[in-house]
């Protein structure tokens, strides 16, 4: 039977059960083929309160979600919803004990309009016909309580991915949802974005709710958060209230050593231009202008930084660099040599190096081993391919075990399949790929998106090694934290051009970010 | 053209559209739940020896054709189990079910009518006026059915949710296999329904003639849509009517005027392909997260 969404949304507003505990699990255990993924957690949610969960890159916090939702059985444990055993044997079982869930991946029908992705599955029919006149005036209802801000009648597919998010929670609220889980929800968000979502977050919190978040942004999770639960290899290891927790804190529980966030990046005297950029110009398949006039140049030993809110043609420069594209305009040169019709095995032997925004896509073949990730690229070249063309396993092996070792990838064996890795290993493999050419210029385009805080530390440490050893490195990030701390030099994007340039010395946080809303010089 | 012939030919490209237009209801059905079923052709041709055999065995074509739905159900229920609860590739499943139709046919023949190749007449029949078959009419009740069951009802809804994201639909408690299961066995009923209006008279080998493909291309044309699907069937029943009327009066090889409906899918279906979108789940087994 669909709930009543429009009971469950607003009665709730008066909340005289704050602080009372929504939910208990009890020494939850979850074991993989070779991995303890959950190793007698447990934890309290309270209602009106956001708790974080933080931990590395698997830790082990989505599977304990996953268990919360229903899509995991544990194998051993209890979980309590207001201080009753309850067996949740099926995101049915969940709804109906009123526990929500935002994915990682989206969980939306593209071509079904929000209202449709709403109802799918608590539906209000007559007969099985169905009826939309109640559901829309309950969430036009919660679309208003909440700081929401989506038209219905809109199809999903065509929404950003902001707005998609605003769906999925939407859906869970439609169902009454008093535990609302959001796996790591910013990570595909815009920093603007995030600002809404935390502005939802505290009118939840206002009406009582409980909500989970999972975030590898220390940032963020010490400006929501009441209470921070950190886990480490499937245990808990201790849960900090806001007033006690710091960043320094929360990173060396995570990792279980010291982190050192604050790189040791100096000033280098700059070498001869390895990339200079002219005039760029570029036209996207839908005819609007993406880059217009982009010059800089970036030097040999330095790191230039691109700092920009997302969209304003970051990824399509980083495109025009390092692939085979049509540009509208202007040049861009390596090391002197136009790259104009050049094709990516040209580039790459003129020392190109990319770290891409998209690791799945374009950064491993998911389904190859470490050992053949890590040859793309050189795979035709000496010691992996032999006279007659064929490659020459040992080789292969050696090389991945070297690189394994010495970018400190976490996996079983070489033979593991990169899908088999989590994001901040992954990241690793290429990295330790990229690095391995020698690169006279590396691109990083979100190097650090996604992956947890210790992988994160030593990304940049190798950023930083790269332009030691003299190549130019391209950073662009959405995180302006870690455009500050990297670069030598920093480009301000907007609107498809760079718009400001800011020697370190001279750059504050405050008017970089000035320069990103796209207000002019005072 | 007197109005008379022109009468004549609006109602005998009813007549060839109509079987198009059954199967391609079906393949709607199963595609929006996220099957792929080639096995269209095989179910027609199963279902049309049914009506013939079913008919003669109960003495009424109203229980022939009744029998012949479910022989269509039933023989879509293994193309469902194949590919939905083992996970088969559903165009080996599909080829393979479009093989083993024709074959069953065929023994089934041999030992009931003596022969392999064709079965005895049917002497039921649905009435015709001016060379249509009657019950091609129904097709247009069924149509405006299934437009409503797939965009109007709760059922609707979720087999289409299936078939774009049968992940989603899992998390929010929608019974993928179900869903799919309903949807493939549907388009068996659509096969049965077709045979109806195919040529209840007789059964004979061979005698879609690539007729559940046409209809998966109409499928296609029309977008997935039940309307357009049958909006397309009748485009291509009325290019083979059209061969039919004019073949003997052009001076062309008739092997070339045969070609004429399926060329003319593959040109409009090179036409429309890239904007017309299938379900994005349409051809891939689901796969449950975990264990
Ligand atoms: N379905 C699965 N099958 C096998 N191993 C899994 C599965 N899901 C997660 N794991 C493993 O469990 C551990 C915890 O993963 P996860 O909960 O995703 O971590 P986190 O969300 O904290 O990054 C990892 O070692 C991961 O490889
Ligand atoms: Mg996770």
């Given at each position: 039977m669909p709930m009543n969404a429009a009971a469950a949304a607003p009665s709730s507003g008066g909340d005289p059960a704050a602080g009372s505990v929504l939910l208990r699990m009890e020494g939850i255990t979850k074991a993989f083929p070779g991995v303890v993924a959950n190793d007698k957690i447990s934890l309290e949610l309270r209602a009106g309160e956001v708790l974080a969960l933080v931990g590395e890159n698997g830790a082990g916090k989505s599977t304990l979600m996953k268990i919360l939702y229903g899509l995991y059985r544990p194998d051993s444990g209890e979980i309590l919803v207001r201080d009753r055993t309850t067996r949740i044997a099926g995101p049915r079982d969940a709804i109906s004990q009123g526990i929500g869930m935002v994915h990682q991946h989206f969980m939306l029908?593209?071509?079904?309009?929000v209202l449709e992705n709403i109802v799918l599955g608590s539906e209000t029919s007559r007969l099985g016909v169905l009826s939309y006149a109640k559901p829309r005036a309950a969430a036009a209802k919660l679309i208003e309580l909440n700081n929401l801000h989506i038209d219905l009648g809109a199809s999903v597919e065509h929404l950003p991915v902001g707005l998609q998010q605003q769906v999925e929670i939407l859906k869970i609220l439609y169902r009454g949802a008093e535990i609302l889980i959001f796996d790591e929800p910013t990570a595909v968000l815009t920093p603007q974005e995030s600002d809404e979502l935390f502005k939802t977050f505290r009118q939840m919190r206002a009406q009582g709710k409980g909500i989970i978040f999972i975030s590898h942004k220390l940032d963020e999770v010490l400006d929501i958060a009441d209470r921070i639960t950190v886990i480490r290899r499937g245990k808990v290891i201790r849960t900090l209230d806001r007033a006690e927790a710091t960043k320094p804190l929360i990173a060396e529980l995570m990792v279980g050593k010291p982190v050192i966030l604050n790189v040791d990046n100096p000033r280098l005297p700059p070498g001869p231009a390895v990339l200079e950029v002219d005039k760029l110009g570029f036209v996207n398949a839908e005819g609007v202008a993406a880059l217009r006039d982009v010059s800089f140049r970036v030097r040999s030993g330095e790191i230039y930084g691109i700092a920009g809110v997302e969209g304003n043609g970051q990824s399509e420069l980083i495109r025009a660099i390092a692939y085979r594209t049509r540009i509208s305009g202007g040049s861009v040169r390596l090391l002197g040599a136009d790259l104009s019709g050049l094709d990516v095995r040209s580039r790459r032997e003129l020392g190109l190096a990319h770290i891409p925004e998209d690791r799945h896509k374009f950064g491993l073949l998911l389904s190859f081993s470490l050992a053949d990730n890590f040859i793309l690229g050189s795979h035709y070249k000496k010691p992996f391919v032999s006279v007659l063309r064929t490659q020459v396993r040992r080789q292969i092996a050696e090389n991945a075990r070297r690189l394994i070792a010495q970018f400190d990838v976490r996996a079983p064996s070489e033979q593991t399949p990169a899908h088999a890795l989590s994001g901040g290993n992954q990241q690793k493999v290429i990295i330790a790929r990229e690095m391995s050419a020698k690169p006279r210029l590396l691109l990083a385009n979100q190097p650090t998106r996604g992956v947890d805080v210790g992988a994160t530390e030593f990304i940049y440490k190798q950023l930083v090694e790269a332009k030691k050893n003299g190549a130019a490195v391209l950073l662009v990030s959405a995180d302006l934290d870690e455009v500050m701390s990297l670069s030598d030099r920093i480009g301000v994007m907007f609107k498809g051009s760079i718009i400001k340039e800011f020697e370190r010395e001279s750059a504050t946080k405050e008017e970089v970010g000035f320069y990103m809303m796209g207000e002019k010089a005072r | 053209m007197h109005w008379g012939t022109l009468f004549d030919y609006i109602c005998k490209g009813l007549d060839t559209s109509a079987p198009l237009a059954f199967a391609a209801l079906g393949g709607v059905f199963s595609e929006k739940s996220g099957v792929v079923n080639i096995a269209l052709e095989g179910g027609m041709l199963f279902s049309a020896f049914s009506i013939v055999w079913g008919s003669i065995i109960f003495h009424s074509l109203w229980l022939g054709l009744l029998f012949a739905v479910v022989i269509g159900m039933a023989f879509a229920a293994i193309h469902a189990v194949v590919?939905?609860?083992?996970?088969?590739?559903q165009i080996i499943s599909g080829v393979a079910l479009n093989i083993l139709a024709e074959g069953i046919a065929r023994f089934l023949s041999q030992n009931i009518f003596g022969q392999e190749t064709q079965s005895a007449m049917n002497p039921y029949s649905f009435p015709s006026y001016r060379g249509m078959n009657v019950f091609s009419l129904v097709v247009i009740p069924v149509a405006i059915l299934s437009w409503f069951v797939l965009n109007k009802t709760v059922f609707g809804l979720r087999l289409r949710s299936v078939g774009e994201n049968p992940e989603a639909a899992d998390t929010l408690g929608i019974n993928v296999t179900l869903m799919r299961y309903s949807g493939v066995l549907i388009s068996g009923a659509m096969c049965g329904l077709s045979a109806a209006v195919l040529y209840p008279s007789r059964w004979v080998s061979g005698m879609t003639g690539g007729r559940g493909f046409i209809a998966l291309a109409a499928m296609i044309f029309g977008r997935w849509s039940p309307i357009g699907a049958v909006l397309a069937s009748l485009l291509f029943g009325y290019a083979d009517a059209a061969r039919i009327s004019f073949a003997s009066s052009i001076q062309i090889p008739s092997q070339f005027v045969q070609m004429f409906p399926y060329v003319l899918a593959v040109v409009v279906l090179a036409g429309v392909v890239g904007r017309s979108r299938a379900p994005a789940a349409d051809g891939v087994p689901y796969e449950k997260g975990e264990d």
């Open positions: 029908i593209p071509p079904f309009t | 590919t939905i609860t083992y996970k088969v590739n």
